[in-house]
């Protein structure tokens, strides 16, 4: 019976012989294909109408192409042309290849005359497993049906497959494997898989420890592309049986470059923002400056270490960034909380204004206020953040100056004593105090007021009724007494009802006392040529104010 040979190689015909030298029988025909991909098309068309295709020695990738023929023609006999130098890698190849069929044969280029005999006696056995099957005999070794297709998916799947053996020799690869390494697998067949990467050692290990019952190990390697540049790939490793019985492993490789390059970036820009983060932190932490965020309904969202100490938040506090607590500690120290408060839940939905203003805290210190919105480049409005500065010794030093020079033009411009006193009673509000008063040592060893103001009309009545009414003894506990007695500066940081008490003769007094409401009082002895003439009395009402170590010295001066 007639039979055909194919041949992938283009050749010029000779008079009475085949191409290359391949002398066929009288009644086969040698049919001649210039590319693989024209042979393959013309096994998939005449299904069994080929006995045997004959692969040329310059293939790169000799079984890829023999597995795709046989998932087209299991019966197809293939004698594979080789190089005399590539002959035992090829046939050692074929002993592992896992989606052949069982007739294929490695023929040397060298061996022109052995050539014509193998490629007789291929056609002739695919002849006869045809004549067999016809018959209805099953052929000797029937590949499953799996096998059958498995080896033409492999050849077009969008992962490289390589099969190694079990020291990673390079077996053979698919068309995927060879595009994303870059080279042929003709030119790796034989060389370590391990060559191909940076880390050849972790490769090798991979592969040792890959089994056919373990589950299969994947890990992701580093190599230089042929383009010169970094290249991932992604290995995975699973053993299996090769065709003559002997164990390898079949490597299935994706080129990952794209998703760890991306997932380099993704941790370099979270690296970025998490130095980006710390930075503004170390700065916020370290600023002179309080800083409050806000949110745009007035909800506070954090604040820095600054801030908790200008309004003498606790430390737990200040390292759970609580909100209620700062807003707690504002609405306890400001002098007018509620405006504050008021103009602040404003301004926190206001995507547009800025606001700068001077706050008076209750203890007298004074903070300097600017905020602004928070907005994103596109414009969108988060919230506001706060600044304050704590401008207390800047506006003590410019008052200091200040009272220093009309106090210094005030006493050298009268010669009548108890006016003089009257006038720096009146220049000592509000700058050190709410209200004043001064008293005099008479000769006979009494005190007598002589001087007193107020900030308000209403208190200044007042104090005019305690000049009148209750001048201190020598041997009261009220300041001025102490301060005469004991020629010393006598400070009440806090004055509470029950110590106000303590200080009064009777019951009008402390009525009186109470509706001046001292928060805080300085007694300042008056001294000239080391004797003790009298003393002023400051206090803080209204203000909330309490004396500071540079108000004592301002007021001694």
């Not at 602040?344 to 905020?371: K, P, Q």
């Not at 006493?411 to 008293?439: F, M, N, R």
């Amino acid at each position: 019976m007639a039979g055909t040979v194919l041949l992938v190689q283009p050749m010029t015909e000779r008079e009475g012989r085949a191409p290359s030298g391949i002398a066929l029988a009288s009644n086969d025909v040698l049919e001649e294909v210039a590319r693989l991909e024209d042979a393959l098309g013309r096994l998939a068309q005449d299904e069994h109408g080929i006995d045997a295709l004959v692969l040329p020695p310059d293939l790169e990738e000799p079984l890829d192409i023999a597995q795709r023929a046989h998932a087209l023609d299991p019966e197809l006999a293939i004698v594979m042309v080789c190089p005399p130098e590539r002959c035992v890698q090829i046939a050692r190849a074929l002993e592992f290849a896992p989606f052949l069929g069982e007739d294929v044969i490695v023929v040397s280029s060298a061996e022109e005359s052995a050539l014509a005999g193998e490629v007789a006696e291929a056609a002739e056995r695919a002849r006869r497993r045809r004549d067999l099957r016809d018959l209805g005999e099953p052929p000797v070794s029937k590949p499953r049906p799996a096998e059958q297709y498995l080896g033409q998916l492999l050849g077009h799947a969008p992962s490289g497959v390589a099969v190694v053996d079990t020291n990673g020799a390079v077996i053979g690869w698919n068309t995927r494997a060879g595009q994303i390494f870059g080279t042929t697998e003709r030119e790796v067949v034989g060389t370590s898989l391990g060559d191909l990467f940076d880390d050849g050692a972790a490769v090798s290990d991979l592969i040792g420890r890959a089994t056919v019952d373990a589950p299969p190990p994947t890990l992701v390697f580093a190599r230089v592309s042929a383009a010169g540049k970094p290249q991932f790939v992604e290995l995975t490793a699973a053993g299996l049986t090769g065709r003559a019985g002997k164990p390898g492993v079949m490597v299935v490789l994706r080129d990952v470059t794209e998703r760890v390059t991306a997932a380099d970036e993704r941790r370099w820009m979270e690296e970025a923002l998490r130095f980006q983060k710390t930075l503004l932190e170390s700065q916020s932490e370290a600023s002179t400056e309080g800083t409050l965020v806000v949110s745009r309904e007035g909800r506070i969202l954090s604040f820095n270490r600054r801030f908790g100490e200008l309004w003498d938040l606790a430390q737990n506090e200040v390292e759970l960034r609580s909100g209620e607590a700062a807003r707690l500690a504002l609405e306890q120290t400001l002098t007018r909380p509620d405006d504050f408060f008021e103009r602040f839940v404003a301004l926190s939905d206001d995507a547009n204004e800025t606001e700068r203003e001077e706050l008076t805290l209750r203890d007298g210190r004074m903070f300097e206020v600017y905020s602004a919105p928070v907005k994103n480049s596109k414009g969108a409005h988060y919230g506001r953040v706060w600044f304050f500065r704590d401008l207390t010794d800047t506006k003590r030093a410019e008052e200091r100056l200040r009272y220093l020079a009309e106090a210094t033009e005030i006493l050298a411009s009268s010669l009548d004593y108890e006016q003089t006193l009257g006038t720096v009673a009146k220049l000592a509000i509000p700058t050190l105090a709410d209200w004043c008063v001064v008293d005099e040592l008479r000769e006979d060893g009494g005190i007598a007021r002589v001087a007193v103001a107020a900030a308000s009309a209403e208190k200044q009545a007042l104090v005019e009724e305690l000049r009148d009414r209750y001048p201190p003894t020598w041997d009261s506990p009220q300041p001025a007494a102490r301060a005469l007695r004991e020629g010393e500066v006598v400070v009440f940081g806090e004055l509470s009802p029950d110590a106000i008490r303590e200080l009064v003769f009777d019951e009008r007094h402390f009525e009186l006392m109470r509706e001046l409401d001292p928060r805080a009082a300085l007694a300042l002895p008056l001294k000239a040529h080391g004797q003790t003439l009298g003393v002023i009395t400051f206090a803080f009402s209204e203000s909330g104010r309490r004396y500071s170590p540079s108000d004592i010295s301002l007021a001694t001066e």
